[in-house]
């Protein structure tokens, strides 16, 4: 069975990728890596026949991201993995494109910027301001093993051979709170610090702090967005129709909204200034056009830091499709964030 999968993935890669390369050579070979990645990762899994009892748009859907982003998995450092999961009980497994914090890293370079998430241990010495780490000593002894020995993460975003853009604080129980919502923890139990490195580098980039049109990175994320869905027992039909029609550019946002009162209560030393940013006219010419109350809530949601492509991802439906109800959801979840994101005394080391 497990030659008749490699079969069939080198099948459906050289349909696929022909039809976006367009010469039958560079396919075939193209395919035929795909193909040997896919089944290398089929015999590392505890139960390859999940692999074969996946959906076929989902494996075609895998096939694209690895030839988009150019990232395969398998190798003993991974930078992508694929996992069989069935979005409920009884339904049918799809398989999801994962990428691990090592492949955000590498495509995060290859745009012109790197990526470093470091674990910071509870033994540690170090400050948070503003959201930042400013201040960072580590124990000579200490290395987080797990999540209860990890204070959080701080993330490093900095130009290739230039200035550091932002040390991004990402605490532990926030990326438990991340946790929770899988149904499979297998790896998390095996691989806790890994895993809040990339959830880590997942909500900097919700926050906006991992600013590039870079299509691989979009890609990527999208891909994994996807699998989050169906760890936490979505249907992604139409969660996949929506992140591919996401446009790069935003519509008009409307008038500001004027949160700041709520984010000082939230943050407490922090003072968010909110500003209404227009957009380019070429954008309000191609993207859709959002009523009042949806442009009101993406207002909202991107001054509080959540960029508009996650907001629709999170609710699986695009902005144009928001309701009032949609928009009172975001706000519960921002506030919940907000609030497991403030530091406490015992968590700044101070």
């Known amino acids: 069975m497990s030659a008749e999968f490699h079969t069939h993935v080198q099948t459906l890669a050289t349909s696929v990728l022909l039809a976006r390369i367009g010469d039958k050579s560079a396919a075939t070979k193209a395919a035929a890596r795909v193909a ?35 990232l395969y998995p ?24 994962r990428i691990t914090h090592r492949g955000l890293a590498a495509l995060s370079q ?41 204070a959080g993460i701080c993330v490093v975003v900095q130009q290739v051979g230039g200035a550091v853009l932002v040390r991004g604080w990402v605490p532990t129980p926030l990326i438990r709170q991340r946790m929770a919502k899988a149904r499979d923890k297998g790896v998390w139990q095996e691989w806790p610090v890994e895993m809040a490195q990339k959830t880590a580098i997942k909500y900097a980039a919700a926050r906006g702090e991992l600013v590039s049109d870079s299509p691989e990175l979009r890609a990527a994320l999208e891909a994994d ?21 996401i446009p790069r550019a935003l519509p008009d946002n409307g008038p500001p909204v004027d949160f700041t009162a709520e984010n000082e209560r939230l943050n407490r030393r922090e003072r968010v200034v909110i500003e209404a940013q227009a957009d380019e006219p070429a954008a309000q010419a191609t993207a859709p056009t959002l009523t009042p109350t949806q442009a009101q809530i993406v207002a909202a949601v ?49």
């Open 74 to 97: 398998g190798g003993p450092n991974p930078v992508c993995y694929l996992v069989p999961q069935a979005p409920r009980a009884g339904a049918t497994p799809e398989l999801q494109w």
């Open 302 to 350: 991107t001054s509080r830091g959540m960029a508009r492509v996650h907001a629709e991802s999170f609710l699986g439906k695009p902005a144009s499709d928001w309701t009032a109800k949609d928009g009172k959801i975001l706000q519960n979840e921002l506030d919940r964030l907000a609030q497991a994101a403030t530091p406490t005394p015992d968590a700044e080391g101070l």
């Open 110 to 150: 290859r745009a012109g910027f790197t990526i470093r998430a470091i674990p910071i241990d509870k033994r540690d010495r170090f400050v948070v301001s503003f959201g930042e780490v400013t201040e960072h000593t580590a124990s000579p002894d200490s290395w987080p093993r797990s999540l209860d020995d990890l």
């Open 225 to 245: 967005v996807r699998g989050d869905a169906v760890d936490h027992g979505m249907d992604t039909a139409d969660l996949v129709a929506a992140s591919r029609t």
């Open 36 to 70: 040997a990645a896919f089944h290398a990762a089929m015999r590392a899994t505890r139960d390859p026949s999940a692999f074969e009892r996946c959906t076929e748009a989902s494996i075609v859907d895998c096939i694209g991201t690895s030839y988009e982003t150019d």
